[in-house]
């Protein structure tokens, strides 16, 4: 699974051009599914150009718990989903550390994204003060715990994505080491055992993100507890993005 966040770039014409230039580059393939997140506002324009590519899902970068009223500036997710997501990122770092999202917000938020049809994808990570304290595997667990809970509590069968960022890590042309990072996937894929049984966490799929670039996703990739990886930058470039979605074949 090889998952696009253009975050905040590209209105729907430049969008559109970005999706048909990557699905020139990038055939359909049957044993791998593309993820695009676009700016909402340009989720329509990609919908239209990518209907009939059955390897490619569409989500948003982010929405708000209430399905409707008085929240100025917010989108619910039935309306993502109306607009044609499939797939919602919650709880990105960018979300958490420079808009102010707190955990009790993430788990509401994964509550509407299932209860609208949509996946989450829950993104957890420390920031490099955490990981020099030795403290990441604390926080990435503290993120991920009370999702994984009141999805239990709910009693639905746990459909998300995990995607582990670490913040140090984002934009910066850091990455973690293949290892590092197989490592504390595998603490989240134990933590998802524990919680949910071992079904849940075979099943799983834990993606890792950034700096991913088509020099390391391939190592990334070969780690046995990385499903996939969560793109930014490079995912703005068809190109670079072609070569990533090689390294997954
Ligand atoms: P990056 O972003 O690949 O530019 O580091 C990843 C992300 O924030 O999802």
């Known amino acids: 699974m090889i ?59 982010n929405l708000f718990w209430e399905p409707d009223g008085a929240f100025t500036g ?9 607009a ?23 788990v509401r938020k994964v509550r509407a994204a299932r209860e609208a049809g949509l996946r989450p994808v829950l993104c957890v990570g420390e920031t490099l003060d955490e990981r020099r304290a030795e403290r990441a595997a604390e926080v990435v667990l503290a993120q991920l715990e009370p999702v994984v809970s009141e999805w239990i509590a709910a009693e639905a069968e746990l459909d998300l994505l995990i995607a582990y960022e670490p913040v140090w890590a984002i934009g910066t042309g850091e990455t973690a080491s293949a290892a590092d990072a197989d490592a504390m996937h595998r603490t989240i894929r134990d933590e998802v055992r524990r919680l949910a049984g071992s079904g849940a966490a075979e099943s799983i799929a834990i993606l890792y993100g950034g700096s991913v670039k088509p020099n390391n996703a391939a190592e990334i990739l070969r780690e046995p507890h990385v499903d996939g990886v969560l793109v930014g930058g490079a995912s703005l470039n068809a190109d670079a993005f072609a070569r990533i979605l090689g390294a997954a074949a």
Do not use: C
């Open 3 to 61: 998952a696009g966040n253009w975050k905040m770039n590209l209105g729907p014409a430049a969008a559109a051009e970005l999706a048909r230039s990557l699905m020139e580059a990038s055939p359909e393939a049957a044993d791998r599914t593309i993820l695009l997140f676009p700016p909402a506002v340009s989720l329509a324009a990609v919908r239209e150009l990518v209907q009939g590519r059955d390897d490619i899902g569409l989500g948003v970068q």
């Open 74 to 82: 917010e989108i619910s997710a039935p309306m993502a989903s109306e």
């Open 84 to 106: 044609g997501a499939g797939y919602a990122l919650v709880g990105h770092s960018e979300r958490r550390h420079r808009f102010g999202e707190t955990i009790p917000e993430t």
